[in-house]
């Protein structure tokens, strides 16, 4: 099993012509994702190898069928495209843009929430389920299919920690990059339910960073409503205060959204934290063992 | 991005809000005319964007035009927090009754916009918030809505005690949120918010910071920024594009993906080195990106090493080698170079960089060993 996306999940593609939609578009294929077609306005009834493109989502909807939408488009056009998804009742969309506008986030996510859907990132990685799908720009081949749920703030820090998993014969259920700014559409929480009822995911990897107060809040969850083995990694220990670490959410204010403060948190509710991306595999491995 | 105070009160005035009368300075010779321009009795205020200016000394109240020159001259030789005061801010003294808190930012965990209150102001509202959480009003934003005026309005009831004061308190609690939505504040802040014997409310001190992500919509703003704060290198980086904060270290880092640029340091660190900056060349791969982050880590005289670590994701592993040839082709790189280099487009990035000689690692904490050793 898995969550969010599996074989079943039948996509579409908007910002399907620019140069990462179609590249990740051709790779989702091959990956064996069922891609349905993308959209790009002015560009409708042009094809990107075998897939139709469509001017609007509403156009393509009358043509194919798709239940998952993920947007590659300029951050300038973001906010439209996860609009124009929710208004075609999408139920999910994953935004892979980065350098959305955080006011237009707080739209977006109560707006998507309005309408009963979910939205993951902005700027996020998107998800995969190893062996069944895959909708995002994650490099497929590091990923192998097991009973390991992935969570995390950051991209490329999550193909770091599945690559460790995967060299030590730790196959991945469904793994998932929230994404990095300050308002994102699905939290940690949200993901922890959906891997906790899971019955094809027994440990879950958390890796958290600096700044707001996510990984306190997710720390508190998982003491009250997690049964199933968490461990995390928290990057940014060494981060200096005041300054934006690239991600827009990323940055030590006031005091608040120190590592120290996390990694407390985590290991007061029982949470392993490893100090490198590479000891999580070990710690998983010990807890799963108990 | 965040402005200086007088710029910040600028922006408050445009929108309606009353501050302090004062005047800009960059050198100490129109000081005393400008002091008594302003009643004698003035505060000269450095202006740097760190906190903690009080404490250093950089404000200070002064009495007469002789006092102002003299405080005016002191605080431009002064280095704040690392950062050498360029400019200072003349105000005019306010007789204060009672300090307020007003705030407006955007609630991370509700994901809403927040207004905030307090009778208590004057403080430091992080330590507030700590120490006495009860005394901060709040009310959240309906983002489908906008602000609900009744709650708004009895909330400045409550911190202002009634009557017109509280009325002039929601009155300046709606220009605070015009500013912040018409122009994507992450946050906008009086404090203190000052009540005069005379019964006026005016903005004293007051901290507005923007949305980076979303200054392509106002020029304006953007024209606002100080570079003076940043470093030569921070602006170089910032000019490429790439995400740049200068450390101490002497281990340069060039990462994509801020959590791995993160954890890259961590790892660093952890092994016994020393970052020299924090560096993300961000998504989509242009191969001259890498060009810019090692022209502008080799200016860092304190390098003594550089760590390329990429996992390719949206990054294609080919541009990146590509970007080192060119790199090497053009530049004069005198210290040791570890890459580790890995994930989309890996097998022609990896042939690239072996054709040309390059020793490329596979694993992150293998790389960074290799380069604490090379220090």
Redesign the interface.
């Known amino acids: 099993m898995s969550i969010l996306v599996n074989e079943n999940t039948k996509v579409l593609i908007q910002g399907i012509t620019g ?2 939609g179609s590249f ?1 578009a051709l ?1 989702m294929l091959d990956y064996g994702t069922k891609v349905v077609g993308g959209v790009t306005p002015g560009k409708g009834g042009q094809k990107v190898g075998t897939l139709p493109v469509f001017n609007t989502a509403r156009e393509a909807l009358k043509e194919v069928e798709a239940n998952c939408s993920v947007i590659y488009v300029p ?2 056009f973001a906010s439209a495209a996860i609009r124009e998804a929710a208004d075609c009742g999408i139920a999910l969309i994953l935004c ?1 843009t ?10 977006n ?3 998507i929430k ?1 309408k009963g859907l979910r939205l993951i990132g902005a700027n996020c ?1 998107g998800v995969i389920s190893p062996g069944k799908s895959k909708v995002g ?3 497929a081949h ?1 990923h192998t299919p097991g009973n390991i749920g992935v969570i ?9 920690v599945v ?1 460790n998993l995967t060299r030590r014969k730790m196959g991945q259920s469904t793994c998932v990059g929230i994404g ?4 994102v559409g699905t939290g940690f929480v949200d993901l922890l339910a959906l891997f906790e009822k899971d019955p094809g995911t027994d440990a879950i990897a958390l ?1 958290g ?2 700044g ?3 990984e306190e ?1 997710t720390a508190e969850y998982i003491r009250a409503h997690v049964k199933k083995p968490v461990v995390a ?1 928290i ?6 205060p ?9 940055i030590i204010s ?3 959204g120190t590592a120290e403060a996390k990694i407390k948190a985590f290991r007061s509710a029982g949470v392993q934290v490893a ?4 000891e999580i595999p070990k710690l998983l491995q010990g807890v799963l063992k108990q | 991005m965040k402005i200086q105070e007088y710029q910040a009160a600028s922006l408050l005035n445009n929108y309606g809000i009353e501050t302090v009368p004062g005047e800009l300075v960059d050198s100490p010779e129109k000081a005393a005319a400008i002091g008594l321009k302003l009643g004698g009795r003035v505060v000269v205020k450095a202006q740097v964007l ?2 903690g200016r009080g404490k250093a000394g950089g404000i200070r109240v002064t009495h007469s035009p002789g006092e102002t020159e003299k405080a005016v001259r002191e605080i431009l030789a002064m280095t704040i927090k690392g950062i050498p005061v360029k400019k200072v801010w003349i105000a005019q003294a306010v007789e204060i009754q009672q300090e307020y808190y007003l705030g407006i930012a ?1 609630d ?2 509700a ?3 927040i207004f905030m209150a307090s009778a208590a102001g004057g403080v ?3 330590e507030l918030a700590v120490k006495e959480p009860e005394k901060i009003h709040k009310l959240h934003v ?3 809505k906008g602000p609900d005026e009744a709650g708004l309005r009895a909330m400045a009831g409550t911190v202002f005690g009634g009557g017109p004061l509280s009325e002039k308190a929601y009155e300046i609690m709606s220009h605070m949120y015009r500013l912040f ?1 018409e122009k ?1 504040c ?1 946050l906008v802040e009086i404090n203190p918010c000052v009540r005069t014997k005379a019964g006026k409310l005016v903005a004293v001190d007051s901290k507005v910071d923007f ?4 200054l ?2 106002h020029p304006d703003i953007a024209g606002l920024e100080n570079p003076e704060e940043h470093s030569r290198d921070e602006i170089a980086a910032h000019d490429a594009g790439l ?1 740049f ?1 200068s ?1 101490d270290g002497n281990i340069g880092c060039i ?9 890259t ?6 092994l016994g080195g020393e ?1 020299a900056n ?1 560096l ?1 060349v ?3 791969s242009n191969p001259k990106k890498v060009l810019y982050a090692l022209q502008i880590i080799l200016s860092n005289p304190k390098v003594r090493a550089i760590l390329i670590n990429i ?5 294609r592993c080919d541009d990146i080698a590509n970007g080192i040839l060119i790199a090497k082709n053009e530049l004069d790189i005198t210290v040791p170079l570890v890459i580790r280099l ?3 487009n ?1 097998k022609a990035g990896k042939g690239i960089l072996t054709r040309a000689g390059f020793v490329v690692a596979e ?3 293998e790389a960074v060993r290799k380069v604490v050793g090379a220090v």
Do not use: C, Q, W
Not at chain 1, 152 to 160: A, D, K, N, W
Not at chain 1, 180 to 183: I, K
Not at chain 1, 235 to 240: D, E, Q, V, Y
Not at chain 2, 255 to 263: F, I, P
């Open positions: 140069r990462d990740h790779s951050a300038k892979i980065e350098g959305v506008p955080v006011l237009e986030m707080v739209e996510y109560h707006y309005s990685p720009i994650m490099p590091i995390s703030r950051s991209g490329t820090l999550t193909y770091e690559y990095g700014d300050a308002v890796i960073e600096i707001g107060e996510e809040l990694f990057s940014g220990r060494s981060a200096p005041g300054k934006r670490m690239g991600h827009a959410g990323a006031g005091g608040k100090d490198r991306p590479d | 760190v906190g955007v991370r965990t994901k809403k916009v430091e509202i992080e309906d983002p489908l939505m994507d992450s949305d980076d992500n979303a392509f919509k995400s904060v450390m990462v994509n993906g801020a959590g791995l640029a993160m954890a340091m961590d790892v660093i660190k952890l970052p924090f993300d961000g998504g989509s996992f390719g994701g949206i990054t890995i994930g989309t890996e694993e992150m904490t």
